[in-house]
């Protein structure tokens, strides 16, 4: 214990350059702006301090991942602001990471790096580890052949800390025995899962999952609606373990509820694969409550990535009643924000039949015509 003269520092945050591209032949709908936006957090997330953020729009892919003048100005920035690592916005090759940190003479990593490091300080459960190992194994197995062989002089930290920290300097047999054993573990878990939704099904109860894009207000709808206490935090990636607990609605009938890890844009595969287990509980669900942030900006955009992952996963076709949360937060009206909503389900060629749920889980507003909302979308389903 620390004396009464003693005190405990943290450590400095790591300061950190920002780069992204647009790319001219391809634009994407996702605004770069907004996505730069997202990395920023997700980089103070993980203990950066993004002081400089460089974009450019290019034609094409970079070996450099930006053109040499970016690069330049780049490498100027670096140097002149004491810059510890740069983060790409876009998971980069291989030779792409080792070209760059030649060049630059400091830690690189990329989007996909940066969510895995931060999925790796966010697990807490046994299963949430193993599927962070998972992705950081399978990610780093590409990268062997000496591309990271120089990180040592690099240091640590950011982009290289968690359980697959220590495969630099393992050869590809290892990490592929490695890899072998995870997914073992992974499976042996999934089993259980299986066992203990079936055991579910036999009591004839319906099974709703929270879906959504990371920082919606999932945990804080499942704490109201079930009394829980997951943890809520204004932060990415609060929830990476999934926490099932059982509601009774309106008419004495009870089902289960499951809370489940947020979407992202440009989302890494390795971990939407990595992470199967834990999604496989939504797959399962008679009905999604998909909740959306209506005050964000970006709300519709953030919908359809959501969409598209779950079309991804096979889940699309699953009933689902649209939360629109955080309404406390919204500068409009309510009634124009549901005709806006309606308006944009439609051009979605979204089923007319989903309904939509106006709420705030802080402020415990419009919980009771939610649950008559999904009584009402389950027994639809039963009929």
Same mark, same amino acid.
């Given at each position: 214990?620390?004396?009464?003269?003693?005190?405990?520092?943290?450590?400095?945050?790591?300061?950190?350059?920002?780069?992204?591209?647009?790319?001219?032949?391809?634009?994407?709908?996702?605004?770069?702006?907004e996505s730069m936006f997202e990395l920023a957090e997700l980089a103070r997330s993980v203990g950066a301090n993004p002081v400089i953020?460089?974009?450019?729009?290019?034609?094409?892919?970079?070996?450099?991942?930006?053109?040499?003048?970016?690069?330049?100005?780049?490498?100027?920035?670096?140097?002149?602001?004491?810059?510890?690592?740069?983060?790409?916005?876009?998971?980069?090759?291989?030779?792409?990471?080792?070209?760059?940190?030649?060049?630059?003479?400091?830690?690189?990593?990329?989007?996909?790096?940066?969510?895995?490091?931060?999925?790796?300080?966010?697990?807490?459960?046994?299963?949430?580890?193993?599927?962070?190992?998972?992705?950081?194994?399978?990610?780093?197995?590409?990268?062997?052949?000496?591309?990271?062989?120089?990180?040592?002089?690099?240091?640590?930290?950011?982009?290289?800390?968690?359980?697959?920290?220590?495969?630099?300097?393992?050869?590809?047999?290892?990490?592929?025995?490695?890899?072998?054993?995870?997914?073992?573990?992974?499976?042996?878990?999934?089993?259980?899962?299986?066992?203990?939704?079936?055991?579910?099904?036999?009591?004839?109860?319906?099974?709703?999952?929270?879906?959504?894009?990371?920082?919606?207000?999932?945990?804080?709808?499942?704490?109201?609606?079930?009394?829980?206490?997951?943890?809520?935090?204004?932060?990415?990636?609060?929830?990476?373990?999934?926490?099932?607990?059982?509601?009774?609605?309106?008419?004495?009938?009870?089902?289960?509820?499951?809370? $489940?890890?947020?979407?992202?844009?440009?989302? @890494? =595969? &390795? +971990? !939407?694969?990595?992470?199967?287990?834990? %999604?496989? *509980?939504?797959?399962?669900?008679?009905?999604?409550?998909?909740?959306?942030?209506?005050?964000?900006?970006?709300?519709?955009?953030?919908?359809?990535?959501?969409?598209?992952?779950? $079309?991804?996963?096979?889940?699309?076709?699953? @009933? =689902? &009643? +649209? !939360?629109?949360?955080?309404?406390?937060? %919204?500068? *409009?009206?309510?009634?124009?924000?549901?005709?806006?909503?309606?308006?944009?389900l439609q051009i979605f060629n979204v089923d007319d039949r989903t309904p939509i749920a106006i709420t705030s889980a802080t402020k415990?507003?419009?919980?009771?015509?939610?649950?008559? +909302?999904?009584?009402?979308?389950?027994?639809?389903?039963?009929?």
């Amino acid at each position: 214990m620390p004396g009464k003269n003693s005190f405990i520092t943290k450590p400095t945050p790591e300061k950190a350059l920002l780069a992204g591209v647009e790319k001219r032949d391809n634009p994407d709908k996702w605004p770069l702006s907004e996505s730069m936006f997202e990395l920023a957090e997700l980089a103070r997330s993980v203990g950066a301090n993004p002081v400089i953020t460089v974009t450019q729009k290019i034609h094409g892919s970079q070996p450099t991942y930006v053109g040499k003048g970016k690069l330049m100005e780049i490498v100027g920035h670096v140097k002149h602001n004491q810059i510890k690592i740069v983060i790409l916005d876009d998971e980069l090759r291989p030779s792409q990471q080792k070209v760059l940190e030649e060049k630059l003479q400091v830690k690189v990593i990329d989007r996909t790096a940066l969510i895995i490091d931060l999925f790796a300080q966010r697990a807490r459960s046994r299963e949430g580890k193993l599927q962070v190992d998972l992705a950081q194994t399978e990610y780093l197995l590409p990268r062997l052949a000496g591309q990271w062989s120089h990180l040592e002089r690099l240091g640590g930290g950011i982009g290289t800390r968690g359980p697959g920290e220590t495969q630099i300097e393992t050869d590809r047999r290892l990490v592929r025995s490695k890899l072998s054993k995870i997914k073992k573990e992974i499976n042996k878990i999934q089993k259980q899962r299986r066992q203990q939704r079936n055991l579910r099904r036999v009591t004839n109860k319906a099974s709703v999952s929270i879906v959504g894009y990371t920082n919606a207000g999932k945990s804080a709808l499942f704490n109201q609606l079930t009394a829980g206490r997951v943890v809520e935090k204004n932060q990415l990636f609060s929830t990476l373990d999934t926490t099932t607990r059982q509601i009774q609605l309106n008419r004495h009938s009870n089902v289960t509820i499951s809370d $489940t890890v947020g979407f992202v844009s440009k989302l @890494p =595969s &390795i +971990l !939407v694969s990595a992470f199967k287990t834990t %999604l496989e *509980e939504a797959s399962e669900a008679d009905l999604f409550l998909h909740v959306v942030d209506v005050s964000n900006d970006y709300s519709f955009e953030k919908y359809e990535i959501v969409n598209q992952m779950l $079309t991804q996963l096979s889940l699309a076709q699953t @009933p =689902s &009643i +649209l !939360v629109l949360n955080k309404i406390d937060l %919204l500068k *409009e009206g309510k009634r124009e924000t549901i005709e806006r909503w309606k308006d944009f389900l439609q051009i979605f060629n979204v089923d007319d039949r989903t309904p939509i749920a106006i709420t705030s889980a802080t402020k415990h507003y419009g919980l009771k015509r939610l649950k008559n +909302l999904m009584e009402n979308k389950i027994q639809q389903g039963n009929n």
